[in-house]
């Protein structure tokens, strides 16, 4: 149900190492909140991966910021704007963040909400694994740049 | 016929080619082909690229955690693990009946998470192939480029996988690591609201089940002599069955019928499944080969899933499913069906199924009511199995004193339809590549018959940049000869 102009979409398993990095950081924003009411501009969405569905979920949202595990990266953290994309997703069991973004283009026949990717470096996904150092790390970094991100969204011009 | 080209003769002399990984389905896997300079296929395997440890992970656990832990080991269906876990806890606790509400509120849980599943595979995995044909361009041949064409199916397929969520979120308490099922029970009430919300909009939910069949029945109709032969294999067929004989995806008896339709066992209580089912070990997969004991392992293969359930089952309670059934059962002429596409023209009478349960049971007084949970004397063994959206679907936990898991057995339904698949690719192969040039839609064919099974490989493990495609062709003597590698955006490119 949409409270805020913002949607935060954290997705990866809990139990699979740091692919929990978008659902504990999703975690972490929302503790975040009750103790900085100036933050109070987003709702949150958690999944083990993104399907069709949340095409549907992004709906009426002035923005939409999906964040993710993602390994190979050179830095603690991505943030990159999104634009929709025919990608295959090769396993489309579960949707790239741009293909998701195609499919609610296709469905609504509207362009999509302004909406961006949060990478966060990970390195250790195996069935059981806690969160890696570097994954705890990365994390603590893309969360206090995404909390400034969302004050100046929302800060009067 | 394909069993010969499980294992190669003299496979040093020959080259490899691997499908890595197999795409529109869930997780890591891999094929292999063992090829000679004539383009014969002399062997050819499905592999699982990462070995699971499931039961190392339950294990050490306290038993009131499974019905929750075991839904982080799969992201595609965590509801049929919660619910196979919370019947085997059932068990844990000493309680053979729940209570009415209880046991409905599970009921219509897991017809929500049956109706999504099932939608997501037939219109976003698999309708494209059927759609477009096995060798449409890659980059098309995709949900999105079924929007683009057919934008009327494939709204009908978002909307339906969007309302089968929403039964699990009534139901589950969430969308996604839900908590309702608890052991001797439920701990979330449905209310008046959420069940006019469910209501409101059954009947069309329903209309597009309806739909759904009859054009699952015409791509199979179209081209009948593709769909009955391609990657046609005789097995066995396993799933639970009602008393009665009718479908029943939450809880039954393990019924076993040979391809001639006579039964091997029936009515089994699968709390005994392991004097009915033995598990093979082969040296080049992880992943375990079931077979029916009393057939032993070479003709104790079975296929479980809808084309097992539909064809197992003596009759549909639900109106329009049954009439459907009746059709799909007179269309193989009174045998069981065989062909692998078959599959999904019986998973969408299994949504059709799961669309009218989900009404007869939002009209059900009994999902209002407030007993949820009932309490017994601790056991220490517990064995819950249902129907999931692939197939049959076992839990097995042994607890000590305290209550912490000191054995933990699960048997996935896709590894009950290993060797299945694996002669599946075997028949496509011996049919289809013998002697030709390698093409993408010959690579493709492989993973048609294997999508047909909507296995699940793996658990929800995703990072960004972990999936492209690659094809090596490697020679007799081992040197990699061509690679081709298809990007996560659809583009091919060949890699030096």
Request: aromatic share 8%; net charge negative.
């Amino acid at each position: 149900m949409r409270k805020h102009p913002v949607l935060v979409i954290g997705y990866g398993n809990p139990s699979r190492g740091d692919d929990a990095i978008g659902p504990h950081f999703l975690e972490r924003l929302e503790a975040m909140r009750t103790w900085d009411r100036d933050l109070d501009c987003f709702d949150t969405l958690t999944d083990f991966q993104l399907q069709v569905e949340h095409a549907m979920d992004m709906h009426g949202y002035e923005q939409v910021i999906f964040v993710d595990a993602a390994v190979n990266l050179d830095r603690p953290f991505r943030f990159e704007i999104l634009h929709a994309a025919r990608d295959d997703s090769y396993t489309t069991h579960a949707l790239n963040p741009a293909a998701v973004l195609a499919v609610y283009e296709q469905f609504y026949g509207i362009p999509c909400p302004e909406s961006c990717l949060l990478s966060i470096h990970g390195e250790r996904f195996d069935l059981g694994d806690d969160l890696s150092e570097t994954a705890r790390a990365s994390l603590d970094a893309a969360l206090g740049f995404l909390a400034a991100h969302l004050m100046q969204s929302i800060s009067p011009v | 016929m394909t069993d010969s080209l499980e294992t190669a003769q003299n496979p040093e002399r020959l080259r490899r080619v691997a499908i890595d990984p197999v795409t529109r389905v869930e997780g890591h896997g891999k094929v292999t082909l063992l090829m000679d300079e004539e383009n014969r296929v002399h062997q050819a395997r499905l592999h699982i690229v990462e070995f699971r440890g499931f039961e190392k992970f339950i294990q050490g656990r306290p038993y009131w955690e499974l019905p929750v832990v075991v839904q982080r080991l799969c992201g595609i269906c965590p509801v049929s693990h919660h619910l196979a876990a919370a019947k085997a806890t059932d068990q844990l606790v000493g309680v053979d009946q729940l209570t009415p509400a209880a046991e409905k509120i599970r009921r219509l849980m897991h017809l929500g998470q049956m109706l999504q599943s099932h939608a997501l595979h037939f219109f976003h995995l698999s309708s494209p192939d059927l759609l477009f044909g096995y060798d449409d361009e890659v980059s098309h041949r995709n949900i999105v480029g079924v929007l683009a064409d057919h934008p009327d199916i494939a709204r009908q397929g978002v909307l339906l996988r969007k309302y089968g969520q929403e039964v699990i979120r009534v139901t589950a308490g969430k969308r996604v690591h839900g908590t309702s099922a608890i052991p001797g029970g439920v701990n979330k009430h449905i209310s008046r609201e959420e069940r006019d919300y469910l209501l409101g909009e059954i009947d069309r939910i329903i209309d597009w089940g309806a739909a759904a069949v009859g054009l699952a029945k015409r791509l199979f109709v179209e081209d009948i002599d593709h769909s009955r032969d391609f990657a046609l294999i005789d097995t066995n067929m396993l799933s639970l069955i009602r008393d009665d004989g009718a479908l029943d995806l939450y809880h039954g008896g393990l019924r076993a019928r040979k391809p001639d339709g006579s039964m091997v066992f029936d009515h089994v209580d699968y709390r005994d499944y392991e004097q009915y089912i033995h598990e093979q070990v082969k040296p080049w997969s992880y992943m375990k080969f079931p077979y029916i004991t009393a057939l032993g392992k070479e003709q104790g293969a079975y296929r479980v899933g809808p084309l097992a359930r539909i064809n197992n089952c003596g009759f549909i309670e639900t109106p329009l499913a049954e009439a459907v059934r009746a059709d799909f059962r007179a269309f193989s002429e009174g045998v069981l069906m065989q062909s692998t596409l078959a599959y999904h023209w019986a998973r969408m009478i299994e949504l059709l199924y799961c669309a009218e349960g989900i009404k007869v049971l939002l009209h059900d007084p009994d999902l209002l009511a407030s007993d949820l949970v009932v309490k017994g004397e601790m056991q220490s063994r517990g064995i819950g199995v249902i129907e999931a959206p692939r197939g049959t679907l076992f839990h097995h936990y042994e607890i000590d004193d305290n209550g912490i898991v000191t054995r933990a057995n699960l048997i996935v339904s896709t590894t009950n339809n290993n060797t299945a698949m694996n002669e599946s690719i075997r028949r496509v192969a011996n049919d289809l590549f013998d002697g030709r040039e390698l093409t993408e839609a010959m690579l493709n064919s492989i993973e048609v018959a294997i999508r047909a099974y909507d296995p699940c490989l793996s658990c929800a493990t995703h990072a960004l940049g972990k999936m492209p495609l690659e094809v090596q062709l490697v020679s007799p003597d081992g040197a990699v000869l061509d690679r081709l590698y298809r990007h996560m955006d659809g583009a091919i490119c060949q890699v030096d």
